[in-house]
């Protein structure tokens, strides 16, 4: 992101710097070679302006991917935090998310990993990705699995 923003300003300097050269020189030089010189400061100066201010727009729009794995990230720390229990609350303050989305989010994933519905402490509804049995809590199998899978290193798997 950084990188993007850094290259657009440069490149909207240069262009610019170029733009504003060649309409120097279309002002002070000779008028016989003046168009010439005109379009010599489009070619050169309008496509690193147009390539800079498409970097700085592109740089300015949220990458998806990102934040998908961002919420997958806070989605698997909450539930190793809360022993496999999520309310729509504690998901939508982790991840900064408005309820409804984080209601549509936790939904999703509990199609997905088939979770079980608990009521919480306050009267809630609470999502619950682990299994309670005779031995103690262990993951859903499907999230067992998918947990396995994934890339975070740092979840222990029961």
Same mark, same amino acid.
């Given at each position: 992101?950084?990188?993007?923003?850094? *290259?657009? @300003?440069?490149? =909207?300097?240069?262009? +610019?710097?170029?733009?504003?050269?060649?309409? %120097?020189?279309?002002?002070?030089?000779?008028?016989?070679?003046?168009?010439?010189?005109?379009?010599?400061?489009?070619?050169?100066?309008?496509?690193?302006?147009? *390539?800079? @201010?498409?970097? =700085?727009?592109?740089? +300015?729009?949220?990458?998806?991917?990102?934040? %998908?794995?961002?919420?997958?990230?806070?989605?698997?720390?909450?539930?190793?935090?809360?022993?496999?229990?999520?309310?729509?609350?504690?998901?939508?303050?982790?991840?900064?998310?408005?309820?409804?989305?984080?209601? +549509?989010?936790?939904?999703?994933?509990?199609?997905?990993?088939?979770?079980?519905?608990?009521?919480?402490?306050?009267?809630?509804?609470?999502?619950?990705?682990?299994?309670?049995?005779?031995?103690?809590?262990?993951?859903?199998?499907?999230?067992?699995?998918?947990?396995?899978?994934?890339?975070?290193?740092?979840?222990?798997?029961?």
């Amino acid at each position: 992101m950084r990188t993007k923003k850094l *290259l657009a @300003g440069l490149f =909207l300097a240069a262009g +610019s710097a170029i733009v504003i050269a060649f309409a %120097h020189s279309v002002i002070t030089g000779d008028t016989g070679t003046r168009s010439s010189r005109l379009v010599g400061g489009l070619l050169f100066g309008a496509p690193p302006i147009a *390539l800079g @201010g498409w970097l =700085l727009v592109s740089a +300015s729009r949220p990458n998806p991917r990102h934040d %998908h794995i961002n919420l997958r990230s806070i989605f698997y720390r909450l539930l190793k935090q809360n022993s496999g229990y999520l309310t729509v609350t504690q998901f939508a303050a982790a991840a900064n998310l408005p309820r409804m989305t984080a209601q +549509s989010y936790l939904d999703e994933r509990a199609k997905e990993f088939d979770a079980k519905f608990a009521v919480s402490k306050d009267g809630s509804l609470a999502y619950q990705f682990y299994v309670q049995d005779q031995k103690g809590a262990h993951l859903t199998e499907t999230l067992r699995e998918r947990l396995a899978n994934s890339d975070f290193n740092d979840i222990t798997i029961m």
